[in-house]
């Protein structure tokens, strides 16, 4: 009996190769795991910075207002508050509307190359 069956008296029908097969899938596995972790905690990330940063930032500007020695006024505050709401949409839309024209170019000059050249 060899030393590394698991039990005495019990043999083990599958071809050793077999289990090492197993092995490598295995160490596969926790690699791809590894991986989708990472993806997670990165989108985790992207979007707590593009959630925290239409806070963030009129927070730092009226801060930065302010230790430069200006007064805030109420009219300044919601006028430059009403400025950051409107900038907030272009902002957080420019990442989706950049990846959805490389996606349109790629696709697009995919097909045409594709196709040859007619003569008229």
């Known amino acids: 009996m060899p030393p590394d069956d698991p039990e005495p008296g019990l043999t083990l029908t599958a071809p050793r190769a077999q289990w090492s097969f197993w092995d490598r899938v295995q160490a596969v596995r926790e690699q791809e795991l590894s991986t989708l972790w990472k993806a997670f905690v990165l989108q985790a990330l992207n979007s707590f910075t593009l959630n925290a940063i239409p806070v963030l930032v009129p927070v730092a500007t009226f801060a930065m207002y302010l230790l430069l020695g200006h007064t805030l006024t109420a009219s300044a505050a919601f006028t430059s508050l009403s400025l950051f709401t409107a900038r907030t ?10 990846t959805r024209m490389r996606a349109s170019h790629s696709a697009t000059v995919g097909r045409t190359s594709a196709v040859p050249s007619a003569r008229l």
Request: net charge neutral.
């Open 89 to 98: 949409c272009a902002v957080s839309c420019s990442p989706t509307g950049h």
